[in-house]
């Protein structure tokens, strides 16, 4: 029988922040927790909660936001655990599209008065459904056939931009090359990705 907590608990539970001794896999983690396993949640937490954390300041710009939005992104974590299917993805990849769309959706609701803040939801939404919300697509298999394909550099550039949240200024400093280098390794890996996506839909 599957334990139901409802979001109070959940922010109750992960309040406590128990230690990690061990890295563990976070495919296994995110099936435990939609069997209701609570120190699963925990463990989740502690392994990706940093990271999580960093991608939704960088987007909201404002701390407390952030903070509120973490506590969103492992509340839904713990209901739709049971949708995520390893055989289709990554935990790691799930957690940050799900993580992505919380901030998405917070700065809709904000309606920031400056244009470019909306310019940049577009844009944010974009990368989301060009990258990380592949899983969630029917040409799954395609993109995924069509990301192998990909120099490995191009390949991980785009997995750092559109999945972490890096910028091309953090991206290159990742990546240990120049900017420029950075930006073009992106622009190519997505034409790229258009190009082969393109042929496989005609044949």
Known sequence: MIMVMDAPQVRQMLAARPRVSEPANLNLLVESVAKGDKPALKSLYNLMSGRLFSVLLRMVRQRDVAE???????????????????????????????TRRKAIDRLRISRRETVGAFEDVAGMERETDIYVGIGNTENYISVRKCLKELRPDVHRALQLCYVFGLTHEELAEEMQVPVGTAKSWVRRGLAQLKESLSIDERT
């Open 68 to 98: 509120d939005l973490l506590q969103d992104v492992f509340v839904t974590v713990w209901r739709k655990a049971h949708q995520f299917d390893s055989r289709r993805g990554n935990a790691e990849v799930w957690l940050f599209s799900i």
